[in-house]
């Protein structure tokens, strides 16, 4: 993408990273690492970040702490991050929607995805799925559910969580109301709906897989154009352009961020490591295969041109559905031709 947002970004990540493959000065951390998940345990972000931590630890030869610190739809462990000393040791995980669209949202403000390096591992798509006892047969009758008087209640993490924004897509497209409830992250929201304390869930594929191969939620939808496989699931679950064929769906991409302003050589070896060891994962690969995830690993220039198209959709829907409190333009995104400049 040819804008002067994306350049400057790109051109930001190409001088803190150094170029890829060659480092300048190696870092070996000589104590733990933590990641903090703004969520809690069980959701997509915390179930890649724990595929991807032992990883990073082999390689850089200290623990790598996982640390669940929930609230505000992911603002509460995203602010500690960002209060953090730039020293290396405190990095975060998240959907780069998420970090990138936080301070037009006003939960975490004066930040930007600038802020950060990009790591990313996988892309998740979520999945509609309601209680297997429920009366609709596919997506077309719940629709027309969330259309009536009485609309049925869609467990999610919470209006900045994957989950939200999809529901809040599939309202805004349908012209429905599901209403939502939300939880301290996709996990519990999917075992709430498998439980029976909401009808529907929107949260990712992800965080239902298991449910779904176990038969306690059935899946309706995926939110793609295309329809979705899950190894151990027989039928593709389709798309909700079927119903919606003109809703616009993106990759939702997921990773580590590492705050700007620590020592060159963390993200010089950080580079190194994704490159040879995160890139080439079997354990990342069979992971996004048994639970409906892409596996997307990139750094540096290529992430940032993959986060891209899903920064800008997320940032201008929040305008149009009354959610921003600072314009996108403020980040360099014209919503009216939905690009970056």
């Known amino acids: 993408m040819n804008s002067k947002f994306l350049m400057a970004a790109i051109s930001a990540t190409c001088i803190m990273t150094g170029g890829a493959g060659a480092l300048a000065q190696e870092w070996q951390p000589d104590r733990p690492i933590n ?3 703004p969520w809690s345990a069980g959701g997509s972000t915390d179930q890649v970040t724990r595929v991807v931590a032992p990883i990073l630890e082999e390689a850089l030869g200290q623990p790598v702490v996982v640390v669940n610190q929930p609230g505000a ?3 509460t462990g995203t602010q500690a991050v960002l209060d953090a000393p730039r020293d290396g040791y405190t990095w975060t995980a998240n959907a780069i929607a998420n970090n990138a669209t936080y301070a037009v949202t006003g939960l975490v403000p004066n930040t930007s995805i600038e802020d950060y390096q990009v790591y990313l591992s996988v892309a998740n798509i979520p999945v509609v799925s309601v209680h297997p006892d429920a009366s609709w047969q596919d ?8 259309q009536s008087d009485d609309p049925p209640t869609v467990a999610t993490a919470g209006v900045n969580s994957s989950g939200g924004m999809a529901l809040a897509a599939i309202n805004e497209a349908s012209g429905g109301e599901g209403r939502m409830i939300s939880y301290d992250g996709g996990g519990p929201a999917t075992i709430a709906t498998a439980g029976g304390e909401a009808q529907v869930t929107t949260q990712l594929a992800v965080e239902q897989a298991e449910l779904i191969k176990g038969g306690k939620l059935r899946p309706l939808a995926a939110l793609s154009d295309q329809p979705l496989e899950i190894e151990g699931i027989e039928e593709p679950i389709p798309p909700i352009t079927q119903w919606l064929p003109d ?4 990759l939702d991409y997921f990773g580590i961020l590492i705050p700007k302003g620590a020592p060159q050589e963390v993200y010089d070896t950080v580079d190194q ?5 995160v890139m080439t994962s079997e354990s990342l690969r069979t992971y996004a295969l048994e639970r409906g995830a892409v596996f997307a690993p990139a750094y540096g220039e290529e992430a940032m041109e993959k986060a891209m198209p899903v920064i800008i959709s997320e940032a201008c829907a929040r305008v149009d559905r009354g959610e921003a409190v600072v314009p996108p333009s403020e980040f360099g995104i014209d919503c009216e031709t939905m690009t970056a400049e």
Do not use: D, T, Y
Request: net charge negative; proline share 0%.
């Open 35 to 37: 990641i903090i998940v």
């Open 73 to 75: 739809s992911g603002a």
């Open 139 to 146: 997506m077309g009758e719940l629709l027309e559910a969330m």
């Open 247 to 250: 809703m616009h769906v993106a």
């Open 273 to 277: 490591i994704w490159e040879e060891e």
